[in-house]
C-alpha cells in the first residue's frame, strides 16, 4: 500500500499548480492522472489570460506557481488587452501553442523534486471519521494520504452531447467515472451539474483570411512571469483574425435550435453566462445583427484554427453550413466538431476559504470541480489549495488572500461565501478594489507571501526587493527634478498632448500626475535614461495616487470586519433579532468572517449589528490575520 502526504486527483490546470505547490513545499505529493499525456492539456481555447484572467496569471507568478512561465514560454503572441483604458482593466492574454504548453507542463511535473506522477483512475474518496484518508483506484488497491486535493475538471460522470448524441467521457470523450462523484454525495458532499461547450477546430488552409480581419498582438516586451527575459520576437508572433456570423448563419441556427443538446432538452446542467454557446446568444441577443468570432491559431505543430465564440451542440451536418456561412468560409474543412459536455460539480459554499471543505476534513478542491470555468481560475484556485495543504500538514494558519489583495482573493470568496448556480467566471467588474488589483503591481501584492511559504526563491526576492528600491528612488526623482522651456524635447511633447509649452520649472511628479502624459516618454524626452517597466509602474501610481489612497481606506474597513473571526458551531437559531432571510442564508452559507457574512446577498447591516452584540455577549469573539 503506497503512502503520500498529499494526493492530488486531476492533472489539469489546478491539479499542476496543486501538485507542484505542495512538491516544492517538500511534502511527498502523488498526482493522479487519468492519462500522462493528457497533463497540462487545452481542451477548450488555446490561451492563456484576458480580462482579470491574465491578472489571475500574474498573481500565480508571484507567489511561485507554474502557469505564467510555461505560458511566456510557449505563446504565439502577445497582446495587453484594454491599453488604452484605465490601468485598473488593462489585462495581458497570450495566444498559446497548446502542445508545445502540454509537453512543458509534462516535463515539469514528471521531473520535480518530490513529487510522483502516476497514470491511473480514482473512484472513490476514502473517508474515516468525517477525515479524508486516500482514495481507492480502479483496479481496487488503496493509496493513502493524509491529504486529498480534488481537481477532477469536467472528468466526473462527464457526458459529450452532439445534438441527441449522448456519449460518456470527459473532453473529447475521454474516460470518466461517476463512481467518484458517487462517492463524494456519500461522504455527504453536495454536487451539481453544470455544462460547458467548445467550437469547432477548421483548418486553417481552408479558410480564406483575406475575407476577414487580422488582429496582431502587442510590439512590446509583455510576459505574465517577472522570470521571463526572453519572449517571441514580434516579427515572429502568429496572428489571429476576426470574422462574423451572418443572416444565413442565424437562419441556420434558429431554425434547427431543437437540434441542439441545449434546447432539445438533452442537457440537464447549468451552461455558462458569459461565454454561451452561439444558439443561447441568438436567443438571449435577438436585436444583435452579428457576432464577433477570434480566429485563433492551436499550435504551430497543427494546421488547425480555434474560431472562438461558434461554440455550438448542433448535429454535425448543421455545422457545417454554419461554418460555410461565415465570410471566409465558404471552403473550410472542420477538424473536429464542436460539442457541449456535462459534469458533476460540488457546490462551492461547502469549502473554506482555504479551498479545504467544510464537510470532509483534509478535502481541498479546486478548479472546475468548484464550479469555475477557465484555465486561469482553475490554476488560481490550484496553486492556494496545494498552498493551503502544505500549510496544513506544517501545523500552520491557512493563507487567505483578501479581495483588495488578489483576483484569486475575489473569486475565492465569491465561490465560498456566495456559491454558484452557473460556471463562474472572474470579470473585472467583480472586484471593488480593481485600482488595487493591476496588472503592474501583482508582485508587491503577493510576492512576499510566496517568499514566506517557501515558492519564491531567495534570488527573485533580492530581485524584487532591488526593483522596489529603484520606484522608490524614481519617486523622489520626480519630486525633486523639474523641467522647464529649456527642456525643449519635453516642452514638444507636452505641447503635442494639447498642453501650454513648459514654463518656469515645472516638477516632473507635476507633469507626470497630468492626462495623458506617459512618464516613460517624457522622461525619454528629457533625456533621461529610466526602466520602462519602472516608469510604467510610477506612472500609474502617482497619477492615480489619490484614488489608489481611497481604495485602500475601504479596503481597511473590508479587513477590519475580515478579521472578525465566526466560529464554526454558531447556531444562528439562537441569535435573537436577526431577520428571518439574514438567519436563513447564514445558516446556509456559514460564512468564515463578518466580511464574509455582510458579503452575502440578504444579510442586511441591521443583521451584522445584531450578530456583532451576540458575539460580543457569549465572549466569542475571536481576531487574527487571516
Do not use: W
Not at 498526482?31 to 482579470?52: D, R, W
Not at 475580515?562 to 446556509?588: A, C, F, T, W
Request: hydrophobic share 35%.
Amino acid at each position: 500500500m503506497d503512502n503520500y502526504e498529499v494526493i492530488v486527483i486531476g492533472g489539469g490546470h489546478a491539479g499542476i499548480e496543486a501538485a507542484l505547490a505542495c512538491a516544492r513545499m517538500h511534502h511527498k505529493t502523488l498526482l493522479l492522472s487519468l492519462s500522462i499525456e493528457n497533463i497540462g492539456k487545452m481542451p477548450c481555447n488555446p490561451s492563456v489570460g484576458g480580462p482579470a484572467k491574465g491578472i489571475v496569471v500574474r498573481e500565480i507568478d508571484a507567489l511561485g506557481g507554474q502557469m505564467p512561465i510555461t505560458a511566456d514560454k510557449t505563446a504565439l503572441q502577445f497582446k495587453m488587452l484594454n491599453s488604452a483604458k484605465g490601468p485598473g482593466v488593462r489585462a495581458l492574454r497570450v495566444q498559446s501553442d497548446k502542445l508545445a504548453y502540454k509537453a512543458m507542463m509534462q516535463d515539469v511535473c514528471l521531473h520535480q523534486e518530490n513529487l510522483t506522477v502516476k497514470a491511473d483512475m480514482a473512484v472513490r474518496l476514502n473517508v474515516e471519521d468525517g477525515k479524508a484518508t486516500g482514495v481507492t483506484l480502479k483496479d481496487g488497491s488503496v493509496i493513502n494520504s493524509q491529504i486529498v486535493i480534488l481537481t477532477t475538471g469536467t472528468y466526473m460522470a462527464g457526458l459529450n452531447m452532439i445534438s441527441s448524441e449522448v456519449t460518456p467521457g470527459g473532453p473529447d470523450r475521454e474516460t470518466t467515472t461517476n463512481d467518484l462523484s458517487a462517492s463524494l454525495r456519500e461522504a455527504g458532499l453536495r454536487t451539481f451539474r453544470l455544462k460547458t461547450g467548445t467550437p469547432p477546430r477548421v483548418l486553417t488552409k481552408s479558410i480564406d483570411f483575406s475575407k476577414t480581419e487580422i488582429e496582431p498582438g502587442t510590439n512590446k516586451f509583455i510576459c505574465f512571469s517577472d522570470t521571463t527575459t526572453h519572449i517571441r520576437p514580434f516579427d515572429q508572433q502568429v496572428p489571429c483574425y476576426l470574422t462574423y456570423t451572418t443572416p444565413e448563419t442565424h437562419e441556420l441556427i434558429l431554425s434547427n435550435l431543437h437540434k441542439s443538446s441545449m434546447y432539445s432538452g438533452v442537457v440537464k446542467g447549468v451552461g455558462p453566462r458569459y461565454c454561451p454557446s452561439i444558439e443561447d446568444k441568438l436567443v438571449r441577443f435577438k436585436d444583435k445583427p452579428r457576432h464577433l468570432l477570434f480566429l485563433e491559431p492551436e499550435s504551430l505543430s497543427l494546421d488547425t484554427t480555434y474560431v472562438q465564440g461558434f461554440s455550438t451542440s448542433l448535429p454535425r451536418d448543421i455545422q457545417e453550413k454554419m461554418v460555410h456561412s461565415l465570410p471566409g468560409f465558404a471552403n473550410a474543412v472542420i477538424k473536429k466538431y464542436a460539442y457541449a459536455i456535462e459534469y458533476d460539480a460540488i457546490d462551492p459554499i461547502q469549502m473554506r476559504p482555504s479551498l479545504e471543505s467544510k464537510i470532509i476534513q483534509n478535502l481541498f478542491t479546486a478548479g472546475q470541480v468548484n464550479g469555475t470555468s477557465g484555465y486561469e481560475e482553475a490554476a488560481g484556485q490550484g496553486i492556494m489549495a496545494g498552498i493551503n495543504a502544505s500549510l496544513k500538514l506544517e501545523g500552520k494558519q491557512p493563507l487567505i488572500l483578501s479581495r483588495d489583495e488578489a483576483y484569486i482573493g475575489v473569486m475565492i470568496d465569491d465561490l465560498t461565501t456566495k456559491g454558484t448556480a452557473e460556471p463562474y467566471r472572474l470579470l473585472t467588474s467583480r472586484a471593488e478594489f480593481r485600482l488595487l488589483l493591476r496588472h503592474d503591481n501583482a508582485d508587491q501584492r503577493l510576492l512576499e507571501k510566496g517568499y514566506q511559504i517557501g515558492l519564491i526563491s531567495e534570488e527573485r526576492h533580492d530581485a524584487y526587493l532591488k526593483k522596489m528600491e529603484k520606484i522608490k528612488d524614481l519617486k523622489e526623482h520626480l519630486k525633486n527634478t523639474g523641467l522647464n522651456h529649456e527642456n525643449k524635447d519635453a516642452s514638444d511633447y507636452l505641447v503635442s498632448l494639447g498642453y501650454s509649452p513648459l514654463e518656469g520649472h515645472v516638477s516632473e511628479d507635476e507633469l507626470a500626475r497630468r492626462p495623458k502624459v506617459d512618464l516613460y516618454t517624457l522622461l525619454c524626452k528629457a533625456g533621461e535614461d529610466v526602466d520602462e517597466r519602472i516608469a510604467e509602474q510610477v506612472g500609474i501610481e502617482v497619477r492615480y495616487e489619490g484614488y489608489i489612497n481611497k481604495a485602500k481606506r475601504e479596503a481597511a474597513k473590508l479587513a477590519a470586519m475580515d478579521h472578525v473571526i465566526l466560529p464554526d458551531d454558531l447556531d444562528y437559531q439562537k441569535v435573537d433579532n436577526l431577520s428571518i432571510e439574514g438567519r436563513q442564508k447564514l445558516s446556509k452559507f456559514r460564512p468564515a468572517t463578518m466580511g464574509q457574512a455582510s458579503r452575502i446577498s440578504g444579510v442586511n447591516p441591521a443583521d451584522l449589528a445584531v450578530l456583532a452584540i451576540y458575539l460580543k455577549s457569549q465572549k466569542e469573539v475571536k481576531s487574527y490575520e487571516l
